[in-house]
Structures are given as C-alpha cells and as structure tokens.
C-alpha cells in the first residue's frame, strides 16, 4: 500500500482551507449592513420611544441640556414700516441621549445619518418672535440627524424666518436698531429641559454679509428665561446690531431738501413786478417739498413721537412756505410805497400851489400886509424843521447799517434784502444745530 496518496490528499485540502480562509478574511465588511443593524437594535420597537426624554449629565434625573449654534446665511429685508426682519440660517441642536448608544466597530463607523426626525427624541423648541417661518425642500428636506457613538445627537435643518423687530426710530435715519432672535421651550420646563450656547463661536455670520441699507455692526448672544403661571422655561437670544446707512438718505432726502430751500430763494433776488415768476416759483417749490414730506412718511410707520427726518423736513418746509409769505410782504409793502409816493406827489403839488399863492399876495400892492406875511412865516417853520430833521439824519448816517439801507428808498426793496442774508444765515444755523445734536445724540447713545 502507498501512503503517500493520503498524505498528498491532505495537503491539498490543507492548502484549500488556507485559501479560503484567506478569502474570508480579505473580503470587505458591508458597512452600510452594519448601520442598518446597529438602527435596528438601538431604534427597534420595544427598544426606543421618542415620547421620553433623555436623562440629565451622568445619566441623572435632572434636565436635558441642549446645545445651540446658528449659522446666518443671509439676511434678505429690514422692514421699517412692518418692523421685521428676515433671515434664512442653519439651525443646529446637540445632546446626549444614552440610549443611543452604539459600537463603532472600532472607529470605522463615525456616526449614524437621519433624515426622519420622528424616529428620536426632539427638544421642543419654537422661535418667540417669528411672524413666518418654511423649511427648504429643494430638491430634497434640507436637514439630517447624526447619531454618534456615545449616544450625542446632532440635528441641523436649513430654514428661512420673518421675525418681529421693535424699532425706536426717533433718530431716523441716523439711527442703529438692534433686532433679536428668540428661541425657547414650548412644554418642556427648565426641569426638564435647559438650553445652552454651543461654547465656542455659538454664532456664525456668513462672509461678505450685504445688506442695501443697513450694515452689520455686531451680535451678541445671551439667556432670557421667562417665568409663566405654567413655569419657567429656558430661553436663548442672540441680538443683532445694525447700523443704517446714511449715505443713501443724503442723496435721496437731505441734497434734494437742500435744492428746494435754495430754489425758494430765487424769487428775492427777482423784480417786485414780477408778480406770475415769484408766485409760481413759490407755490412749485411748496408742494414739491410737500410731496417730498408726504413720500418719505409713506415708506415709514405711524408713530406717536417726532423723527429727526420729520425735524429736517418740517424745518426745510417752513422755509420754503416763509420764503411765499416773504413776497405777500413785499407785494403789500410795495403797494403802499406807491400809495405813499401818490400822497407826497399830491403834498407837492399842494404846497405848489400855496407858494404860488403867496407870491401872487406879495405882488398885489392892494392887499393887507398881515395877510401876505402868514404864508413867509409858514415857510419860515417849515424851512426850521426841515434843517432839524437834516441834522438828525446826519447823526443817523454814522450808522453803517443805515447807511447801506438807505441806498434802497423803498420798504420792499428794503424786504427783498433783508431777506437775501436772514434766511440763509438761519438755514445755515438750523443745519449747524441740526447735525451737531443728532450726531452727538447718536454717539452718546452708543456709548
């Protein structure tokens, strides 16, 4: 008998043992397999209901801490006269629920995805001061659940908010306006549920932040628990500060304003006469600056309290409505100058006639000498008062202002003048007082 037939038959079932072991031990593990298994156990029936909360730190009794951070995207509109503001974010939740936990495979699984959030337990959190609010579903729901080994949770979802901001506009437009985001717990009490800032930048504003009027000075977060008759429940804000830009209003409100109030003050540089331009030019310039009024109070809400626009407007309104009523004055003061030129004419004329009556009583021999030397004697007062009245306006004339005045006989030119250096000089003191309060206001505020 041969026995080196059984020993070559072993050798090459040994050496086709090892093969397939080796096999075996090469093939790749399915871990998509494993995850389905692992969500399985952890999320079975019987194993999980989403209805109980997770424990508090260490597996104790107390509340479930959650931990929130924002990503802002974009910030869309600032409304003034709606006083809301609309932001689409990341919104993000982390906490620990221990009945989650599962094996890694020895690191291989970093963490488990999913997209349906009713499968765990959700912190029932609600944003206090939303007015609208939608989810993105574009092209599929833009939020998922991560599950990590040690049982921490992550849940982040893409969503757009119109939220509610309270403006105080009575520095309008050279106002800042801070507008917060409220999120807290609707049912669950500070007990049970408590939220916290993820520690370490909780909040992320996107680069290069565009908005048309305003400009992102800064945000800060901070806690605003609120303590009902049901309880107190956990509250987090984060306020966002911004500045409006004023470069915008300058060329839309403030030059215009300028122009008309300038504009108004053609007319005393115009002939008296010309009655139809100064009445026109007046009237235009009154209700553009009206409709200018009217235009910058549609865009605003109705409040009970004085804007610093309304200040600048009234004001340039006033201007331009005096700067109307300037030339009634000069029209009424020109006709009575005519009416007092007809009276000396007049009074000349008269006193012409006198003298040359008087005259004719000096040539007629056949008259009363007392007769003709009454009106010699008149004359006599009269040349009296006439070198009194000389010596007081000389003493007059040593006054400057008088004596540039007199270079203009008439009251309405005299009107016009006068009205050429008040109401620029006022405007430009209005401005003067105008700009250093605001600004100055504005800057004590800040501080």
């Known amino acids: 008998m041969d026995i080196r037939r059984p020993t070559c038959a072993l050798a090459v079932l040994l050496v086709f043992c090892l093969t ?41 009794d107390g509340p479930a801490v959650v931990n929130i951070n924002l990503f ?34 020895g690191g291989r ?8 959030a009713n499968r765990v337990w959700m912190p029932d959190l609600f944003f206090s001061n939303e007015k609208e609010g939608h989810f993105h579903n574009i092209i599929m729901p833009n939020v998922y659940i991560r599950i990590f080994p040690n049982g921490n949770v992550l849940y982040s979802i893409r969503i757009s908010l119109t939220l509610s901001c309270p403006m105080n506009l009575k520095l309008y437009p050279l106002d800042k306006q801070t507008c ?37 000075e800064k945000f800060l977060t901070d806690y605003c628990n609120s303590k009902t008759n049901t309880g107190e429940y956990s509250c987090l804000k984060v306020d966002l500060l911004f500045k409006r830009e004023f470069s915008y209003y300058l060329i ?37 600056m009206a409709t200018q009024s009217s235009g910058i109070n549609a865009s605003l809400p109705p409040v009970s309290y004085t804007k610093a626009i309304d200040v600048w407007t009234g004001v340039c309104l006033t201007f331009v409505f005096g ?44 008259s009363n000498a ?61 401005n003067l007082a105008y700009w250093s309060t605001y600004l100055f206001r504005d800057e004590d505020e800040e501080k």
């Open 72 to 105: 802002v995207r974009s910030i869309t509109t600032i409304s003034d006269i709606k006083m809301e503001y609309s932001v689409q974010l990341t919104f993000r939740e982390q906490w620990l629920d221990e009945r989650l936990k599962f094996n890694n495979l």
């Open 252 to 288: 839309q409100i403030y030059i215009p304003c300028c122009m008309l109030v300038i504009v108004s003050w053609v007319s005393f540089w115009l002939d008296q006469g010309a009655v139809p331009a100064r009445v026109s030019l007046g009237v235009t310039t009154l209700l553009t």
């Open 370 to 430: 007392t007769f003709a030397m009454k009106p010699l004697m008149r004359g006599g007062v009269v040349d009296s008062k006439i070198r009194q009245c000389e010596i007081h306006i000389s003493n007059k004339r040593k006054n400057c202002c008088r004596l540039w005045m007199s270079k203009f006989p008439t009251r309405s030119k005299r009107i016009d003048v006068i009205s050429r250096i008040t109401f620029p000089l006022v405007f430009a003191l209005f």
């Open 180 to 216: 917060s985001l409220r999120m807290a717990s609707y049912g669950w009490t500070t007990d049970d549920l408590v939220f916290l800032w993820k520690e370490g930048d909780p909040v992320q504003v996107v680069k290069n932040l565009h908005l048309p009027r305003f400009t992102l």
């Open 109 to 116: 699984l970093k963490y488990l995805t999913l997209t349906e």
């Open 323 to 366: 700067a109307l009523l300037e030339f009634a004055l000069v029209n009424y003061a020109s006709r009575s100058d005519m009416h007092r030129e007809n009276l000396k004419k007049t009074r000349r004329e008269m006193e012409a006639a006198v003298s040359m009556d008087a005259a004719s009583d000096l040539l007629d021999t056949d």
């Open 20 to 60: 397939e072991l080796a096999q075996c031990m090469n093939a790749k593990i399915n871990f998509r397999e494993k995850e389905k298994q692992i969500l399985d156990q952890i999320l079975g029936p019987g194993r999980y209901d989403a209805r109980i909360r997770p424990s508090g730190i260490n597996g104790t």
